[in-house]
Structure formats: structure tokens, C-alpha cells
């Protein structure tokens, strides 16, 4: 019983010395740069992280808490199933990073303005979690098509930091 077995490792042993050695000759390859959007890593004080691609709604939240420019921004959120207060998977994705940026700037509150079913909707998410209502305010603006999202710094302390 023990000769197959040493037999079997001595065979697997000298097959992968052999690969090993085959590929100490191969030409290296650099790899391809990529054509995507370049991601970035958005760090949050309370040490939470998220990937953020450049121009998406969150990394464009991100990026206007972390410049400490202004005392509040707009953005559209397009994340919902059109006229329907179902979220898209992207907007799911969304939504949840906005609840982590939030998280991570407890002096900001926001205003969801849009489709009242909408903007409940979105509220109810927030609120799941974490983002209590004291910080959020619903402004039904029929006929919009997507939701504005204007947020209110709070403060002008860093929030966040935003990498490449």
C-alpha cells in the first residue's frame, strides 16, 4: 500500500518540477492597459472602503465631500425602473453606496427630490441603513424623470478621502 502512494507523489513531484522549469523559459508579457473606466478606492473616516468608478454617482458624491468645496452639491440619481419605485441593479448598488458615504459623514443630511414613490423608496433604503429620517427630507417633484439628490456638507471637516 505505501509503494503506489510513494510511486503516485515521487510522479507528481517530478511532473511539477518539470512545469516549473518549462516556464523559468518563457518570454514575460506586460499586461494590457485597460480601456474601462478606471476605479478608485473611496475611504470613508469610520475606515469602511468602497470601489467607485470615476464619473458614477457615487464616486461623483464622493469626490465633491472629500474637495470640501461648498456647503451643498446636486446629483441625479437614475436609479430606478422607469416610473416605478423599483430599483435598477445598478441603482441598488447606489443606493447602498450612498448610505455608506452617508454613514461615513454624519454632519451631512439630504433632500431626495422626485417621484414621491421614489423618493420614498430611496428614503426607506437609506433609513435600513443607517441614515436616520432627522437627516433626510422628501421633496415630491412630479415630472423630474430621475431623482435630485441635493446633500448639505454640515461641515467642513475631512470627510472622506477619495484615491485613484
Do not use: Y
Not at 473611496?42 to 472629500?66: E, I, N, Y
Not at 425602473?81 to 441603482?91: C, I, K, N, Q, S
Amino acid at each position: 500500500m505505501a509503494r503506489p502512494l510513494i510511486l503516485a507523489t515521487s510522479v507528481l513531484f517530478i511532473g511539477a518540477a518539470a512545469l516549473s522549469l518549462q516556464s523559468c523559459g518563457a518570454e514575460s508579457v506586460e499586461a494590457a492597459p485597460t480601456d474601462g473606466p478606471e476605479n478608485g478606492l473611496v475611504s470613508l473616516p469610520d475606515g469602511s472602503t468602497f470601489v467607485a468608478p470615476k464619473g458614477s454617482f457615487s464616486r461623483a458624491v464622493a469626490d465633491w465631500l472629500a474637495a470640501r468645496e461648498g456647503t451643498e452639491a446636486e446629483f441625479i440619481f437614475a436609479g430606478f425602473v422607469e416610473d416605478r419605485p423599483r430599483f435598477t441593479r445598478r441603482g441598488l448598488g447606489q443606493a447602498a453606496n450612498l448610505a455608506t458615504i452617508l454613514r461615513g459623514a454624519p454632519a451631512a443630511s439630504i433632500e431626495i427630490a422626485g417621484d414621491e414613490a421614489q423618493a420614498k423608496a430611496l428614503a426607506h433604503m437609506l433609513d435600513d441603513r443607517g441614515i436616520g429620517s432627522d437627516r433626510m427630507k422628501v421633496v415630491p417633484a412630479a415630472g423630474l424623470g430621475s431623482m435630485l439628490i441635493r446633500i448639505h456638507r454640515g461641515s467642513t471637516a475631512p470627510l472622506m478621502t477619495a484615491t485613484s
